[in-house]
C-alpha cells in the first residue's frame, strides 16, 4: 500500500489512472525560484489534493523569503515533512532549497500526481521522498531519510490540512510526533469555518506557541495580504498539554478516544 519511498520515478500509466483531467501545467515563478505544477480538478476526483490553493502560494512564498535569501537561516541539508501534499508546492519549494523532503497525503491519486510534479521539478536525482500517511495512525516507512529512532523533522509544511472538524485532533497528535524541542511548524489556511478553526488553534495551544505572520510586515508574500488566510509559526512549549479546553473541544476528544478505543477492540 506505501508508495516506494527511494525515488519520485514517473511510473507508465500515471497519468491515466489519475480519475481527473489535467490542467495545463502552471508556472510559479516565486522569489526567483521556478517552479511547475500539473494539477487537477473534476467533481468526481476522490480528494481535494489535485488543486494548487492560494495558501499554498503563500507559504511557498514565505519560504524562500526565509530561507532563500542566502543570508541567515537556511534550509539546506534540513530534514523537512510536508503534511497532506497535494500538489506539493511549499514541499517542492522547500526542495529547491536545498532541504531532505518527505511529501505526504493520504490518496493514492494524489501521490500519482506527486510523482509527475516531483519528476518535472526536480528531475529524476531528487531529494524527496513520497509515502502514504494516515493521521490517525502516523507511521512513516523507515529508509535513509527517516529512522525510528529520529523520528522528527526540522520543519514540517501543514496547508490547507484541517478544513473539516474531523481532521483537528489526529492533526494535532502527528505534529506532536514528528516535532521535538527544535523542529519548527509552518502552518496556514484559509478562512472558511469558523469554529473549525478555532477549536484546531485550541489544540494547537496547548502543546505549541503560535506566531501570526503578520500582513503589514514589508516580508508578507503577496497572497497572504488577503485577510481571509491565516499562517503560523509553531514551535513546541517547554510545558505541554497546558490550558484549558472549551466544553465542544473536551466532546471531540472524548469522542476521538473512544473512536480509537472501539478499532482497537
Known amino acids: 500500500h506505501e508508495v516506494p519511498f527511494k525515488s519520485a520515478s514517473v511510473r507508465k500509466g500515471d497519468k ?3 480519475s481527473a483531467e489535467f ?11 521556478d517552479l511547475s505544477l500539473w494539477s487537477y480538478e473534476h467533481p468526481q476526483a476522490r480528494s481535494t489534493g489535485g488543486g494548487v490553493w492560494d495558501v499554498a502560494v503563500a507559504i511557498s512564498e514565505l519560504l524562500a523569503s526565509r ?4 543570508v541567515g ?4 541539508g534540513k530534514r523537512v515533512l510536508e503534511l497532506g501534499s497535494g500538489t506539493a508546492l511549499p514541499g517542492l519549494m522547500a526542495a529547491k532549497l536545498g ?13 500519482q500526481l506527486l510523482r509527475l510534479n516531483v519528476v518535472m521539478n526536480l ?5 524527496c521522498h513520497l509515502c502514504l500517511l494516515d493521521w490517525n495512525s502516523p507511521v512513516l516507512p523507515v529508509n535513509s531519510t527517516f529512522r525510528e529512532d529520529d523520528s522528527t523533522f526540522d520543519l514540517i509544511i501543514a496547508s490547507e490540512c484541517a478544513y473539516q472538524e474531523g481532521s483537528v485532533i ?22 472558511r469555518d469558523v469554529r473549525t478553526e478555532s477549536i484546531l488553534k485550541e489544540f494547537l495551544k496547548q502543546d505549541f506557541d503560535l506566531v501570526a505572520v503578520g500582513r503589514n510586515d514589508s516580508a508578507v508574500p503577496p497572497h497572504l495580504s488577503q485577510d481571509s488566510v491565516e499562517i503560523y509559526w509553531l514551535s513546541l512549549k517547554s510545558q505541554r498539554g497546558t490550558g484549558t479546553l472549551s466544553q465542544y473541544a473536551q466532546y471531540m476528544l472524548r469522542q476521538f478516544q473512544q473512536k480509537q478505543d472501539s478499532e482497537k477492540e
Open 16 to 18: 491515466d489512472r489519475i
Open 23 to 33: 490542467l495545463p501545467l502552471r508556472p510559479f515563478p516565486l522569489d526567483n525560484i
Open 67 to 70: 530561507f532563500g535569501s542566502g
Open 73 to 76: 537561516e537556511s534550509l539546506s
Open 99 to 111: 532541504a531532505q523532503v518527505i511529501l505526504t497525503d493520504n490518496s493514492d491519486e494524489v501521490l
Open 123 to 127: 528531475g529524476k536525482q531528487h531529494n
Open 170 to 191: 489526529p492533526l494535532h497528535r502527528t505534529l506532536k510526533k514528528f516535532c521535538s524541542p527544535s523542529s519548527t511548524v509552518v502552518l496556514g489556511f484559509r478562512q
